[in-house]
Each structure stands twice: as C-alpha cells, then as structure tokens.
C-alpha cells in the first residue's frame, strides 16, 4: 500500500494540510497519510510531502534539529528519486539559499534565492497575502487540469528566483512575477498552500499522489 509522509518538523500547524492530503488519497484509492517525524518512517515513504510556515532561517535550522530527519528525506528524494512536493516555506528551502534576516543554505535542489517581494505599485503591500491567479509557464503531469486564471492562496513576504527559468512551472502577477510553482525531476513545490486553495489545491494534491516522475 502506498505511503504519503508529512514531515512534521515543529514547524507550523499541520492539520489542514493532513486533512486535505487524507480526503484526495481516500477519494483516489492512494493508500496512508501519516504525519511522521521519524527518519525510519520517512526512509520508507513512496511520497514525501515538506510543509512549512515562518521564516526561512527558523525552519531550516528546526528540520537539522531533528537528529536524521532531513538526511532521511535527502536520501529518499535525490537517491531513490521519491516524488516530494514542498508548501510554502517547505518549497523555498528547495533553493541554493535563502536571504530572510540573514543568508541561509538551502538543500540546493532546485537552484536560485529566496528573496523579499518587492511589487513595482508602492500602493501594494507585503506580505503578498490572500487569493491570487496562478499563471502557467510550463505543462508538468501536477498541474493536469489547472489553467491561467486559477486561485489560489498566498501569505509570504519573500519568493523563489529560480536560476534557471524551466524550473519556474507557475507565477503569480503582484506587481511583477511572483513564483508560485517549481519543479525538476520528481520533486515540486507550491509558494501557496494548496490544503486552503479549495478547488485548484486539491486538484494539485490529487495531481501529486497520481505522478509517476
């Protein structure tokens, strides 16, 4: 039976996330949900998902906290290639480094800075908060039925620059392009949280637990 794992890293309140991730796997026939902070859980995961919400320092150094937490995920998703998708703060550790309060490594996975939002209409406030359109740059199997002009929702200060422009799947316009989506190979990450994007968030759950990278 398939198993999805939450990694549950003190970082953030899972519950919703949990919830949403439950509803598609049961409705899609997908096997277990569990919200685990224990490595040998994760090691066994067929998919992995990455949550977080706060500052990019404060969850980094939270996850390395956890004795083999992340070296579990590590292995799973650049070794044996395990579907990951990262949410929010989860997605922006995917990067080279973040500069939130001070520079900060990232896992590297997907290369670019997580930087501060800065909107061209000084009438615009950050945090980037409530319901936006997603615009799509590039077609991915975890956006199969998503098209520009779908809602979604967003509470962040700071957003992904990727390096490279194939591995930017989505933004969001705030005045210029925000980065909603990433991905390369079999790992994904949404700057919104999906879990309270209604509609769109759980097609790209269900999206999630059906890829086959």
């Known amino acids: ?5 939450l990694v549950d890293y003190d970082s953030g309140n899972l519950h919703s996330a949990q919830k949403a991730f ?8 997908h096997g ?5 902070s224990e490595p ?5 995961a067929d998919r992995i998902v990455l949550p977080g919400d706060g500052a990019f320092p404060s969850c980094r150094a939270a996850l390395i906290r956890h004795s083999g937490l992340f070296e579990a995920v590590d292995e799973a998703v650049t070794r044996r290639a395990v579907p990951f998708m990262g949410i929010c703060i989860g997605m922006q550790m995917l990067a080279t480094r973040g500069l939130e309060f001070e520079p900060t490594p990232g896992f590297g996975w997907i290369g670019g800075e997580v930087v501060r939002i800065t909107p061209a209409e000084a009438t615009l406030k950050v945090p980037h908060m409530g319901w936006n359109d997603l615009v799509l740059d590039h077609a991915h199997p975890v956006l199969d039925g998503i098209a520009t002009g779908d809602h979604a929702y ?15 799947l989505a933004h969001a316009d705030y005045a210029g392009a925000i980065t909603a989506i990433v991905g390369r190979d079999n790992i994904v990450g949404t700057q919104f949280h999906p879990e309270k994007s209604q509609r769109t968030g759980l097609r790209i759950i269900s999206n999630f637990l059906n890829w086959k990278p």
Do not use: I, K, N, Q
């Not at 439950?22 to 026939?29: H, P």
């Not at 040998?40 to 066994?44: G, L, S």
């Open 1 to 5: 039976m398939s198993l999805t794992v």
């Open 40 to 44: 040998d859980v994760v090691a066994r």
């Open 154 to 168: 967003f509470v962040h200060s700071y957003h992904f620059v990727v390096a490279d422009p194939a591995h930017r």
């Open 22 to 29: 439950e509803r598609m796997a049961r409705e899609a026939g």
């Open 32 to 36: 277990t949900v569990v919200v685990t």
